[in-house]
């Protein structure tokens, strides 16, 4: 009996689970919906309308033939060709750029600007993803591990260095006026110490965290690349979440 009530307790969780993220994909639908479909109308229309001033102000040209070449444009930069400029444009495979879209295969945030065409380069993409990845993995965990066995001993230091302090100040304190509820007063303050301690050292590892990774690269990107504060801010967190969606990527 009470092994069936635990199934069923498993169960609605699990239902509970999917409603939830079902709900939530929902939420996130709409809220997206509203926010970015009229953007979306008003720029096609815009596009629209350069097409039409575009034939208008070139006659020999008609409309199959702007959208033939329109096709073109898009299917270069499908390819990662930039159809601005001419053929002397920088390389998309250069070294660099071959590092950087390797970097994203093996961290999955595959930003979109740049994949292999080539059959060969996309059977290489599939087996290196495969290899990559879980080493990429392992890295991460072995980074993770070294990073908490610093900070922990940092935590430690600073949470033995000041309730020492404090307690120390307090029995000289009682041995002046030898007072046993100084004493008492001291073991408390100590605890209250050391709780205060690990609450700053939290604290210490969140803003360190946040300037590392969420402060000082946006502020970065917006002197490099010449982004706002808050679009360098969007592509920082859209890379680290490795959602990569590709519309700001450096060097671009």
């Not at 699990?14 to 939420?27: E, G, K, S, V």
Request: charged share 10%.
């Amino acid at each position: 009996m009470s092994w069936f009530h635990l199934v069923r307790v498993k169960v609605n969780w699990t239902a509970l689970l999917i409603l939830a993220h079902f709900t939530y994909l929902l939420i996130g639908a709409i809220i997206f919906q509203m926010l970015e479909r009229e953007a979306e109308s008003n720029n096609r229309n815009h596009f629209q309308l350069e097409k039409l001033n575009f034939l208008a102000n070139y006659t020999c040209l008609d409309g199959p033939a702007l959208e033939k070449f329109v096709q073109v444009i898009l299917y270069a930069w499908e390819k990662g060709v930039n159809p601005s400029g001419n053929s002397t444009n920088p390389s998309n495979w250069d070294f660099s750029s071959s590092f950087f879209f390797a970097g994203t295969v093996v961290t999955t945030i595959g930003y979109g600007n740049l994949s292999p065409s080539t059959m060969s380069g996309q059977v290489f993409c599939v087996f290196y993803a495969l290899c990559g990845i879980p080493l990429n993995l392992a890295f991460l965990k072995q980074l993770g591990k070294c990073l908490t066995i610093h900070l922990g001993r940092l935590e430690r230091g600073m949470v033995a260095v000041v309730p020492h302090k404090v307690l120390m100040w307090f029995c000289l304190l009682c041995n002046a006026v030898s007072n046993s509820c100084l004493c008492v007063m001291a073991k408390s303050s100590v605890v209250l110490a050391q709780r205060a301690v690990e609450a700053l050292a939290v604290s210490l590892f969140f803003i360190t965290g946040s300037l590392l990774f969420l402060i000082i690269p946006p502020l970065l990107f917006s002197y490099v690349e010449d982004w706002t504060f808050g679009e360098g801010f969007y592509f920082a967190f859209i890379t680290l979440s490795t959602i990569g969606f590709g519309d700001y990527v450096v060097g671009e």
